[in-house]
């Protein structure tokens, strides 16, 4: 199969609508923020996504099914595990959190990143 160079996608000139929600209350642990995703691919076997995420300040809590990589572009986020460990991430981090990861992610600033989801089938 050959690809266009039109199917090139650029983050910084895409189109892609925000899409506006909230978290179940049940993972919700502090605040109510709204979080928004732009999500400019998704591979065709549905496992591969790629796009924009931001959030208002609050913690909420976090079990990964997919694999994820991120960049910080605005804001402070901490993610800690189930053991109490934490690291905070600030703009311009770039960090991959593993499948099977547990614990509680907080927005201590508003936040957005680039994230690349793999989920494996």
Not at 40 to 52: A, E, K, V
Not at 68 to 82: K, M, P
């Amino acid at each position: 199969m050959t690809v266009s160079i039109n199917a090139i996608i650029r983050f910084a000139t895409a189109q892609t609508a925000v899409e506006s929600y909230r978290l179940p209350v049940e993972k919700l642990l502090t605040g109510n923020p709204t979080q928004g995703l732009e999500n400019h691919y998704s591979s065709p076997c549905d496992q591969f996504h790629s796009g924009i995420w931001q959030s208002e300040s609050g913690a909420w809590k976090i079990n990964y099914t997919e694999y994820e990589y991120c960049e910080i572009l605005e804001g402070v986020s901490v993610i800690t595990d189930l053991r109490g460990q934490s690291q905070t991430f600030t703009v311009g981090d770039r960090f991959i959190i593993p499948a099977g990861f547990e614990g509680t992610w907080e927005v201590v600033e508003p936040c957005r990143k680039i994230y690349v989801i793999f989920e494996q089938k």
